[in-house]
């Protein structure tokens, strides 16, 4: 969905290296999310944020931080790359609504390797 | 535990076919289902969704069919073209107005011309 960017598209790091991705989104919604997906495994979220003073941890969030710096961005960081955090990475965006019923809208993603 | 899990890794049908990828939930609480369509280098892309208080909903040449009985979600495409090629993923909303997203592994979907 071209409303949801992602920077890098592609990015290879070295073990140790400090790794930040970024995501911007146009659609004006309050919550956006982190996920990797890695073959076989699916999608697993990473962090989740439903407002700029709102983070909240996902099932995988060891090894990862994020940052919630305006409505419309939100970064995911990897202090100190470590190989099997070789993976593809995607954000996605919901509007708040009632009933939990918002549909996640995804970035391109991120192809991220640690050598 | 939640579990969301397909039936099928793989499937593969003749153009023109009706297709049916199938998927499992374990949580009964489970109140928001979506299926997603994720090509070959892009992020997953909403195809439908479909609330816990509703056994089927349709869209163009998709339905998706919902049992809570035995927490079974299906997606059915109609006359299935190459362009449905992907990985198809299923997701549950389990954590309730939280709007936590637990998805399946997928369906790769192959139509052949």
């Known amino acids: 969905d071209a409303d949801v960017t992602q920077t890098p598209r592609n990015r290879i790091t070295k ?4 790794i930040m991705l970024e995501c911007s989104q146009t659609k004006g919604h ?4 982190w996920y990797r997906q890695d073959p076989g495994l699916g999608l697993r979220l990473i962090y ?7 983070i909240n941890k996902g099932e995988i969030s060891d090894g990862y931080s994020v ?7 939100f970064s995911l960081s990897l202090e100190s ?21 918002d549909t996640q809208y995804f970035g391109p993603g991120t192809r991220l390797t640690v050598l | 535990g939640e579990s ?15 297709s049916i990828i199938n998927c499992a939930y374990s949580n009964s609480a489970s109140d928001y289902f979506i299926w997603y369509k994720q090509e070959s ?3 997953p892309q909403f195809i439908i969704d479909i609330r816990s208080n509703m056994d089927k909903r349709q869209g163009q040449r998709v339905t998706v069919l919902l049992n809570k009985t035995v927490k079974h979600l299906s997606l059915q ?6 362009g449905d090629s992907a990985v198809y993923f299923c997701a549950e909303n389990s954590g309730g107005s939280n709007y936590k997203l637990t998805f399946g592994k997928g369906t790769l979907l192959t139509v052949n011309p």
């Open chain 1, 67 to 73: 940052s919630r710096q305006a409505q419309a961005k």
């Open chain 2, 77 to 82: 495409i109609a006359a299935t073209q190459p």
């Open chain 2, 41 to 43: 280098g892009k992020g």
């Open chain 1, 81 to 101: 790359a470590i190989p099997n955090q070789t993976a593809l990475y995607f954000c996605a965006t919901a509007r708040a609504g009632s009933g939990g019923t």
């Open chain 1, 30 to 33: 309050d919550r956006m999310y």
């Open chain 1, 48 to 54: 989740y944020s439903f407002d700029v003073k709102d």
């Open chain 2, 4 to 18: 969301v899990g397909l039936h099928l890794p793989t499937l593969s049908v003749q153009e023109g076919d009706n």
């Open chain 1, 15 to 18: 073990t140790g290296k400090r």
